[in-house]
Nanobody, 115 residues
Framework: QVQLVESGGGLVQPGGSLRLSCAAS????????MGWYRQAPGKERELVAT???????NYADSVKGRFTISRDNAKNTVYLQMNSLKPEDTAVYYC?????????WGQGTQVTVSS
């Protein structure tokens, strides 16, 4: 069983930056590929960034070059550094394993990009 707690969201102006954190507990975190997902109002949840056990990364085209996913296995934490934020990045951001496990979804952290 894995428990995931997201934090670091907030209100930021267009062009600004935020760093999200996902703290994992309850399992051997290092064995899991992890991902950051987001869900905007009225839209389906989408995968925006992934990181493998070996720290290989992949990004959705919409965030490529602006977002960076990383992990610290010693701290059981996954990060998402978000730069050059746009209003269309506004969403609730979640972390989960790859592939996701339904019972692992946490509360997420709200990111709002607005002037």
């Amino acid at each position: 069983q894995v428990q995931l707690v997201e934090s670091g969201g907030g209100l930021v102006q267009p062009g600004g930056s935020l760093r999200l954190s996902c703290a994992a507990s309850g399992s051997d975190f290092s064995i899991h590929a992890m991902g950051w997902y987001r869900q905007a109002p009225g839209k389906e949840r989408e995968l925006v960034a992934t990181i493998t056990r070996g720290a290989s990364t992949n990004y959705a085209d919409s965030v490529k070059g602006r977002f960076t996913i990383s992990r610290d296995n010693a701290k059981n934490t996954v990060y998402l550094q978000m730069n050059s934020l746009k209003p269309e990045d506004t969403a609730v951001y979640y972390c989960n394993t790859i592939p996701f496990v339904r019972r692992y979804w946490g509360q997420g952290t709200q990111v709002t990009v607005s002037s």
